[in-house]
């Protein structure tokens, strides 16, 4: 037994009886009987030295890559004069990344709530949305991913993460996403906000039509509903521009983020609202709180995650890399038709759907044995995704695409 072997016999053994024994199963199933001891660039590397080319990517955690230079560099320097605040005096860094996120966000969102995850980002912008209009209600979409708390999870659109906790939240519909004229007629004038990702990640990489957010935005206008759009996922540059939405130049009243916001380094999310909204949090700035929400580590993160999208050109890389990324599939696919259904995505938020989900697992599971990190989508397991880091070059690509070539032959000779 070498010492490596002893630390993942150790980590197992400690899953199964002190983490949870069904994650022992499934990341072994999926081919990792290994654990991961370091990272690095576009690398996950394990206990024995290998290294692994991630096309997870958190999933859309990394976009700066895995311990990205400058920002490891902000926040060793912060970690050194002050890592969480006070909250009682006012902290420069918290006031910083306010500003810069409302330099960066579409139109006149402006205020911004800073919390440590997705789930929290989106609990916060449904409660401001119900004090802000005074409604009850909301309309989400089926296979919708918000998160796991109760409202966020109210708001999701996946039985299997929602039956088990039952009740949830009241007054969710869940509309066909994509489908203007469904989300037409569920907005009513109880209809406090309007909630659904700008392209769906979890439920399968789903991109909607062109028209879909133009209508969804007037929908609510002229039911002076609000409109949340989550881009817990799909911000930070993932898709080719700062925000998907961006694409269709439309302005949410709310917008939340997370996952890339911190860089890959910090845990962290926030919502940002327009001016009006804020009125509520203003009157009382204790409605709505979070101890370590906007704590000055997090926030030199998100600093650090802002330069690096502007000065290392990384919604461009995302566009340029993504192009390539989606040509390489979509050839693939061809030659794999009796398997995959279909490519699809934007930038560098790919979805690969095949007719099988057992096929899409095996898959991974080969993927593994080639040395690349990817996983399926939570709310669609038919769908594998490719989320790598947006510094991935062009040459890392060839070799993802190599893989999954090789992946999909050794699939379908062990289904033979
Ligand atoms: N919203 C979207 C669109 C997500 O993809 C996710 C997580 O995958 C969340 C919210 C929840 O984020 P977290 O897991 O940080 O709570």
Redesign the pocket.
Known sequence: MTGADDIIDLTFRRYEQYVNPGIATLVKFMGFDTVEVASEGCYIYDADGNKYLDCWGG??VFNMGHRPERIIRRVAQQLEKMPLSSHILANPLTAELAERLAEVTPGSLQFSFFCN????A?EGALKAARAHTGRPEFVSTQGG????TFG?LSASGRDVYRDPFQPLMAGFTHVPFGDAQALAEAVTDKTAAVIF?PIQ??GGIVVPPDDYLPRAREICDEAGALLIL?E??TGFGRTGKWWACDWAGVVPDIM?M??ALGGGVMPM?AFIARPEIWDIFAENPYVHTSTFGGNPLACSAGLGAIESIEEDGLCERAAERGDQFMEGLSAIAAEFQDKIVEVRGRGLLIGVQFDDSDVAGLVISALAGEHIVAGYTLNNPKVIRFEPPLIISAEQVEEALAAFSQALDNTAALLQ
């Open positions: 999933p859309g995850s997705g789930a929290e989106v991913f918000h998160g796991k966020a990702e990640g979890e989550d817990v996922q939340t997370g996952k999310g």
